[in-house]
């Protein structure tokens, strides 16, 4: 190798150098100061429905042209703006750009007032009371679910409870089923042998920041990993405003409601209710063979939040539906986020709920 | 086209962090870990609670309310507009159903 052909090559590299060091300062300065490169649920939608902090959003669309709505929605402790995370990565405007007619459900942030909201509260009276809301706003008489994360256990509870919507399709995304095999992290809360008064706070809910942790502890170096891929996509704009956005969900779990934990902690940690077929929601037993409507179970292979093992004897246990089970390379997260929303969650989705749209029409 | 190689001290960064992050999950893994952990959260709380009540006793002995008060009227206040939203929306069910019945009146009487 001669001295001539390198040394272009060095100015190459010295001068891509300089120029990414200046934006690594430039940005640097603009994270440090807290200024936003991006900003989160930027889709315009309009509020149709509100009881107490929980909200029902219906995203604007001139475009639809699939039947029936889709209502989207995660569990207790997740901010519904993952689905929209920010423009050029939103669940809510791929769904949009398929044709859905999207409503996300928000169960708010629990404060005193949410306290004594147990898991019937989310199943038997809010989940109910936002479907006939989309029903109303959408003058359709079905309503296609998809449940992601602990928001397939309510949707499984609640139908299995017996509350008559009228879902004509349910898609369960990442949803754990079997407790006994979600880790050890729940180990002692799972043996019953510490109490669940030790951990609720004043407010009567179990803190966020408990929340937190219990997700963060799973990757214990995960915060140094975050920052070496900081450091070294410090220089690209469009790596920071996923960053932003991302690491601003992540970190941003809201308290658990205390009697719903409480509830939680017995009939779905302990007692392993769906597995077991013990669940009972509001004195009612949740009984999985009333849910007739076809379903798709996503389970991320990834995933490290809600392990497969935990995820997967899901399909069987819906013995009087019309199952059909996807296992996606994903992780807990990207099921619904960035190109593999883009690449396969979606298509998977879109070619279920066609699927059924057809069969119906046949 | 090929990958772009990660920058040396990247590479150093990974190989560092390889071990230490699987030495670190198989601790955090356990349920002793967990216990401790939730020992602490519980712990932290019990101080807590602790420091408000004795908050809360010094503010009452002066006769002003404190903190727990403020949470106690935000949870009546929250149940009662709750009562009134269930109460306007069955309203706003049982109304749309009787107008339908109506409908459903005058569609019969004009037959």
């Not at chain 1, 001539?4 to 940005?27: C, H, K, S």
């Amino acid at each position: 190798m001669s001295v001539e052909a390198t040394a272009p090559d060095a100015l190459t590299i010295i001068r891509r150098e300089v120029e990414r060091n200046a934006l690594r300062a430039r940005n640097g300065l603009k994270y440090l100061t807290g200024a936003r490169f991006v900003r989160s649920a930027t889709t315009p939608r309009d509020l149709v429905w509100q009881h107490g902090k929980s909200q029902l959003w219906r995203y604007r669309s001139d475009r639809v042209t699939r039947r029936p709505p889709i209502v989207v929605y995660v569990g207790l402790v997740g901010r519904s703006y993952v689905f929209d995370l920010y423009p050029g990565n939103s669940f809510v405007r791929k769904l949009m750009d398929q044709g859905f007619d999207v409503f996300v459900i928000d169960w708010g942030v629990p404060d005193e007032v949410e306290a004594r909201n147990t898991i019937a509260t989310y199943t038997l009276e809010l989940l109910p009371r936002a479907i006939d809301a989309v029903l109303e706003a959408s003058g359709e008489h079905e309503v296609t679910i998809l449940g992601y994360c602990m928001g397939g256990c309510l949707t499984v509870a609640s139908l299995g409870a017996g509350t008559e919507m009228p879902v004509k399709s349910l898609i369960l995304a990442a949803m754990p089923t079997d407790f006994s095999k979600m880790g050890e992290f729940f180990g002692p809360l799972r043996s019953g042998s510490l109490d669940p008064d030790s951990i609720i706070d004043e407010t009567g809910n179990v803190p966020a920041s408990l929340v937190r942790t219990s997700f963060r502890i799973r990757k214990p170096t995960s915060d140094l990993v975050v920052y070496a891929n900081l450091w070294q996509n410090l220089w690209n704009d469009q790596y920071m405003e996923g960053f932003q956005a991302m690491n601003e969900w992540v970190n941003d779990q809201v308290p658990f409601p205390g009697a719903a934990f409480r509830e939680f902690l017995s009939e779905w940690l302990i007692g392993n209710g769906l597995v077991n077929g013990t669940l009972r929601v509001g004195g009612r037993r949740v009984d999985l063979g009333r849910i007739r409507c076809p379903v798709l179970c996503m389970i991320a292979e990834k995933d490290d939040i809600v392990p497969i093992a935990a995820a997967e004897p899901l399909p069987a246990l819906l013995k009087n539906a019309q199952v059909q089970t996807v296992r996606l390379p994903a992780g807990h997260i990207n099921l619904v986020t960035g190109r593999l929303a883009d690449q396969v969650t979606i298509p998977s989705m879109v070619s279920f709920v066609n699927h059924h749209a057809e069969t119906r029409a046949a | 086209m090929a990958k772009p190689t990660n920058p040396r001290w990247r590479q150093a960064f990974d190989a560092l962090e390889k071990p230490l992050r699987e030495r670190a999950e198989a601790l955090t893994s356990t349920e002793e870990f967990s216990r401790a952990l939730m020992l602490l959260f519980g712990a932290a709380t019990t101080v807590r609670r602790g420091a408000r009540g004795a908050s809360t006793d010094l503010l009452h002995l002066a006769n002003l309310p404190a903190h727990a008060d403020l949470r106690r009227l935000a949870r009546q206040v929250g149940a009662l507009e709750n009562k009134v939203e269930s109460l306007s929306a069955e309203l706003g069910r049982v109304a749309r159903l009787l107008e339908q019945g109506g409908g459903e009146r005058q569609k019969r009487s004009v037959k």
